[in-house]
């Protein structure tokens, strides 16, 4: 059973800067893709960015385009980093991961999940 542990979360004011870490219980993530979700209080829980661990390929929501990326990755670790954080970023932030490659930021495509790491925005 493939498990994920993220890490990296934390308070922060906006317009600072956190990594998060997603670390899987097997050596490698080289078969599988992976994706970064987020769930606020109170609303759904939402697709904020993707890798495609077979290509390198990427894509990220329109709310965090341009301030988020995936900074590549080590053999069983992914990150994200978050630049130009603002309060609206505050959620519990969650990694997943399916085999193969997809770039889809669905939940339900996603058969792995982490616990969860709480970032919390200042204003």
């Known amino acids: 059973q493939l498990r994920l542990v993220e890490s990296g979360g934390g308070l922060v004011e906006s317009g600072g800067s956190l990594r998060l870490s997603c670390a899987a219980s097997?050596?490698?993530?080289?078969?599988?893709?992976l994706a970064w979700f987020r769930q606020a209080p109170g609303t759904e829980r939402e697709g904020v960015s993707c890798l495609s661990v077979v290509d390198g390929s990427t894509r990220y929501a329109d709310s965090v385009k341009g301030r988020f990326t995936i900074p590549g990755h080590a053999k069983n670790t992914v990150f994200l980093q978050m630049n130009s954080l603002k309060p609206e970023d505050t959620a519990v932030y969650y990694c997943?991961?399916?085999?193969?490659?997809?770039?889809?930021?669905?939940?339900?495509?996603?058969?792995?999940w982490g616990q969860g790491t709480q970032v919390t925005v200042s204003s």
């Open positions: 997943a991961v399916t085999k193969g490659a997809t770039l889809s930021i669905q939940q339900y495509l996603y058969d792995y």
């Open positions: 097997q050596s490698t993530l080289r078969y599988y893709s």
